[in-house]
């Protein structure tokens, strides 16, 4: 897939957060085939201690179509999870589904992990559980295992949390997903925990760390970026590359957060 990932932790209004989305909708590069995103958006945030999960597809500007879905653009989220999508060919029938767009959730072990993707996991088949239920199953559309390879990251993850903790979690996913990926990871159980991932050559990555505040996006063109935040992490478009940074996070209130790297 060729898509486009955006975390903001440290208080951010939904309608700042969706203008991102919608700047990085259709960036693209001279040497790129296709945009980043167009055929998909999804945005996660926390309000009133639990998550809400809102997603489109099957529109001609996405993002757009997501920011009528949502009650309050001015509601300030203490962290987001935010996702365009450019589905790869293998998985081009889903386009025109909701089903099909990011962010991924799954609880089926009895705590919540969400993910955002960009790129390709070879080995999905192989990571693949029948003991979990997939949003994107969907045998009329989609060739064994009838899912979308970026829905097994959430999946195969909570099987490794709940095994190994969030920590050991994290590496272990990172040692065992093949292929060119970018992806980010939020994970509530025994606390709040928020993994980035690079592995390989994608469309790149930008992280900002600044006072209660971190944000990564996959098109530094696409952010404005808040005073005060330091670039701390800039991965180029094909570079090849590995990064794994794993935060504990504490929410403090709407539009604080606390968060201590862990590794």
């Known amino acids: 897939m060729n898509c486009g990932l955006l975390l903001w932790i440290g208080g951010a209004k ?21 945009p980043v995103g167009g055929e998909g958006a999804g945005v996660l945030y926390l309000r009133g201690g639990e998550f809400r ?3 489109v597809a ?9 920011a009528e879905k949502i009650d309050s653009l001015e509601f ?34 009895g705590f919540r992990v969400f993910s955002i993707h960009n790129g390709f996991v070879k080995n999905y088949r192989e990571l693949y559980s029948a003991s979990h239920v997939y ?17 097994v990251i959430p999946h195969f993850c909570a099987d490794l949390i709940e095994e190994y903790g969030a920590r050991q979690g994290f590496k272990k996913l990172f040692e065992a997903i093949k292929g060119n990926s970018t992806w980010i990871i939020l994970a509530v159980k025994n606390g709040l925990y928020i993994g980035i991932f690079h592995k390989g050559k994608t469309r790149g990555l930008n992280i900002y760390q600044g006072e209660n505040k971190l944000i990564a996006v996959t098109r530094a063109e696409a952010l404005k970026t808040p005073p005060g935040l330091k670039k701390i992490v800039e991965i180029g478009y094909r570079e090849e590359a590995e990064l794994l940074l794993i935060y504990k996070v504490e929410i ?12």
């Open 135 to 151: 949003e994107s199953y969907h045998p009329e559309l989609l060739r064994e295992p009838h899912i979308i390879d970026s829905e």
């Open 14 to 34: 939904l309608k700042d957060t969706l203008n991102t989305l919608s700047r990085m909708e259709f960036h693209r590069y001279p040497v790129e085939p296709t």
């Open 58 to 66: 099957g529109s001609e500007k996405p993002s757009g179509t997501l």
């Open 53 to 55: 999960l809102v997603k």
């Open 76 to 109: 300030c989220s203490p962290i987001i999870l935010g996702h365009v999508r450019r589905a790869s060919k293998d998985f081009k029938a889903s386009a025109p589904y909701s089903w099909g767009a990011q962010p991924y959730s799954c609880s089926c072990k």
């Open 252 to 263: 403090k209130d709407q539009a604080k957060v606390n968060f201590l790297r862990i590794s």
